[in-house]
Nanobody, 117 residues
Framework: VQLQASGGGLVQAGGSLRLSCAASGRTFSSYAMNWFRQAPGKEREFVAGISSSGGRLLYADSVKGRFTISRDNAKNTVYLQMNSLKPEDTAVYYC???????????WGQGTLVTVSS
């Protein structure tokens, strides 16, 4: 599986962005998908995850109520809708695919999100 993340950019605090992660291959619907992020000088951290069917969602406490993960298996794409963005959300965001929500077998290249105060 090859993953291509997009949708990052510069936004003011309080604004919104939607990230997309497009996957190649015909087995996308069998993979759980996760979003991670890595801020400058910090370790990569989990942001959100969605099961292969979309029936189970997971969120980091720091983004609950502000971010929404979703997927469209017909389009081989997973999304991360980010609202009420804060400067501390500034990071490179990565998507990852795995056989379950705890597995991260494939990674995309990352897309940069910068939130200005």
């Amino acid at each position: 599986v090859q993953l291509q993340a997009s949708g990052g950019g510069l936004v003011q605090a309080g604004g919104s962005l939607r990230l997309s992660c497009a996957a190649s291959g015909r087995t996308f619907s069998s993979y759980a998908m996760n979003w991670f992020r890595q801020a400058p000088g910090k370790e990569r951290e989990f942001v959100a995850g969605i099961s292969s069917s979309g029936g189970r969602l997971l969120y980091a406490d720091s983004v609950k109520g502000r971010f929404t993960i979703s997927r469209d298996n017909a389009k081989n794409t997973v999304y991360l809708q980010m609202n009420s963005l804060k400067p501390e959300d500034t990071a490179v965001y990565y998507c990852a695919a795995g056989v379950n929500l705890s597995a991260y077998d494939y990674w995309g290249q990352g897309t940069l999100v910068t939130v200005s105060s």
